[in-house]
């Protein structure tokens, strides 16, 4: 693994140096802009932003990669006997910028965060072009829960999500992975693992094994309007 300076991005265009040179923490590039061309671009090479309001704009491509295999994917089966109790509603790409603002939104005891007001422009610039998508948890008309991302050929990059209601974020995550193995796409992209994500069922692959399933997955198309091609519309749903 290369632990090469960071790669200085031109302002004019979308180039990116091979992941290979990305240092040890996964930190690969700096500058650059959040255009739509660019973040297709990155995502298309496994490659994502990810800084502070303050910082100039970092990109990464850490390696090992967290990945959640979308077909396999299931909920545990403690929290499979709450979704068996739950009435909650499921949806996609109704209610996007409501689950980024969500995502944003502090938590109890930060005084920051990584979704920034350009970045959120960004994402809402992505989803009208039809890249970025979001999947919802409704209680009623209640959003309890919800995850955004951004599709590039069969793979999906899960950016944030969040729950308004306990359980929520998980929801949101398993209704992900049953839609994306469905429309054949077979892996959600978590980036980089934590306790919580291996506690969902998340695993590490080599990066360059990531990079390959990117070139190989890149040409496959996703449904033209995600909601519409939803296998399920109930939380309870989820564990037959």
């Known amino acids: 693994m290369s632990s090469a300076r960071p790669y200085l991005l031109a302002p004019d265009d979308t180039h990116f140096p091979p992941v290979a040179r990305a240092h040890a923490s996964g930190l690969l590039a700096i500058g650059g802009d ?17 800084y502070s309001a303050g910082e100039p704009l970092l990109w ?41 603002d ?17 970045m959120r422009r960004a994402y809402a610039r992505l989803h009208q072009l039809g890249h970025a998508h979001s999947f919802e948890v409704w209680d009623g008309t209640q959003l309890v829960g919800g995850l955004y991302g951004v599709a590039s050929g069969g793979v999906f990059s899960g950016e944030s999500m969040f729950s308004a209601r306990s359980g929520g974020s998980k929801v949101a995550l398993y209704l992900a992975c049953r839609a ?11 980036q980089v693992a934590n306790a919580h994500t291996r506690s969902l069922g998340a695993i590490e692959i080599p990066r360059a094994q990531f990079s390959a399933l990117l070139q190989d997955l890149a040409g496959m198309p996703s449904p033209a309007d995600w909601d519409a091609a939803l296998p399920l519309r109930h939380a309870a749903a989820l564990v037959a």
Not at 102 to 118: E, K, V
């Open 34 to 50: 959040l255009r739509p061309e660019r973040l297709r671009a990155a995502y298309a090479q496994g490659i994502f932003p990810w």
């Open 60 to 100: 990464w491509s850490p390696d090992p990669r967290c990945v959640f295999d979308t077909a396999r994917t299931r909920p545990q089966r403690r929290f499979a006997r709450t979704l068996r109790t739950l009435d909650w509603t499921l949806s996609a790409d109704r209610a996007f910028a409501q689950v980024l």
């Open 180 to 190: 994306l193995a469905a429309w054949g796409m077979p892996l959600l992209d978590a």
């Open 102 to 118: 969500a995502c944003a939104a502090l938590r109890p005891g930060q005084t920051s965060t990584w979704i920034t007001p350009a």
